[in-house]
């Protein structure tokens, strides 16, 4: 028996346009200029703390933790008014879950108060028993979070698979001593995914019927 364990953006979810939207309408409230979405296609992987840490920054990973609170708190009002408007998923999502037969959760860095809605409005909830958000123990790439998920549907280490688009996810496999299955489409920083040597690259979600 297998459990996969999916990350969700840029793996299952390209949701970068949505969060673009509420960093861009908070941005307005502080009178300062918008923000490209390829910008902030490379600021995610790290939990909307460090998004908005990269977004006042300027791309560094510090930065004035008042001002990051305050800023993180309007970010999430705009980004709870519009969680899933432009946010889709990827080539292959929907009908590679339902030709994979078992048991599936997800492990994101994002908030987990957003990711219900998420998964609701893209009509893939059913295929997951569980999932948490980074919010609920530690973000990757810490293996906590998936050794939690293993630990909650009753599945160890050596019969689980990690599946991602991040180094977050690759090396928080490996901390876990978790299989691991990289995408090569989705946010990692404008790195290659293959450095950090994950077991098994692919470059389409639908090739995952084949490897697993």
Request: with cysteine; hydrophobic share 35%; glycine share 6%.
């Given at each position: 028996m297998k459990l996969l364990i999916f990350d969700l953006d840029g793996?299952?979810?390209?949701?970068?346009?949505?969060?673009?939207?509420?960093?861009?309408?908070?941005?307005?409230?502080?009178?300062?200029?918008?923000?490209?979405?390829e910008t902030i296609r490379n600021y995610l992987g790290n939990g909307a703390e460090m998004l908005?840490?990269?977004?006042?920054?300027?791309?560094?990973?510090?930065?004035?933790?008042?001002?990051?609170?305050?800023?993180?708190?309007?970010?999430k009002y705009h980004?709870?008014?519009n969680v899933c408007v432009e946010t889709k998923l990827y080539d292959g999502v929907k009908e590679t879950l339902?030709?994979?037969?078992?048991?599936?959760?997800?492990?994101t860095n994002?908030?987990?108060?957003?990711?219900?809605?998420?998964?609701?409005?893209?009509?893939?909830?059913?295929?997951?028993?569980?999932?948490?958000?980074?919010?609920?123990?530690?973000?990757?790439?810490?293996?906590k979070p998936l050794l939690h998920v293993c630990e909650k549907l009753g599945f160890t280490n050596e019969n689980s698979i990690m599946i991602g688009d991040s180094k977050n996810d690759i090396i928080a496999a490996k901390n876990a001593k978790i299989k691991s299955i990289a995408l090569t489409y989705g946010y990692?920083?404008?790195?290659?995914?293959?450095?950090?040597?994950?077991?098994?690259?692919?470059d389409d979600f639908r090739k995952l019927v084949e490897v697993i």
């Amino acid at each position: 028996m297998k459990l996969l364990i999916f990350d969700l953006d840029g793996t299952l979810i390209d949701s970068a346009p949505d969060l673009t939207n509420a960093i861009n309408l908070t941005l307005k409230e502080y009178n300062k200029n918008p923000i490209r979405v390829e910008t902030i296609r490379n600021y995610l992987g790290n939990g909307a703390e460090m998004l908005v840490t990269r977004v006042l920054s300027g791309g560094k990973e510090n930065y004035d933790k008042k001002k990051v609170r305050e800023f993180l708190d309007r970010f999430k009002y705009h980004y709870n008014q519009n969680v899933c408007v432009e946010t889709k998923l990827y080539d292959g999502v929907k009908e590679t879950l339902e030709k994979l037969p078992y048991k599936k959760a997800i492990v994101t860095n994002k908030p987990h108060e957003f990711i219900d809605e998420i998964l609701e409005k893209l009509e893939i909830k059913h295929f997951f028993d569980y999932y948490i958000g980074g919010d609920v123990t530690e973000k990757k790439p810490s293996p906590k979070p998936l050794l939690h998920v293993c630990e909650k549907l009753g599945f160890t280490n050596e019969n689980s698979i990690m599946i991602g688009d991040s180094k977050n996810d690759i090396i928080a496999a490996k901390n876990a001593k978790i299989k691991s299955i990289a995408l090569t489409y989705g946010y990692n920083y404008g790195e290659d995914i293959s450095i950090y040597n994950p077991d098994i690259v692919i470059d389409d979600f639908r090739k995952l019927v084949e490897v697993i």
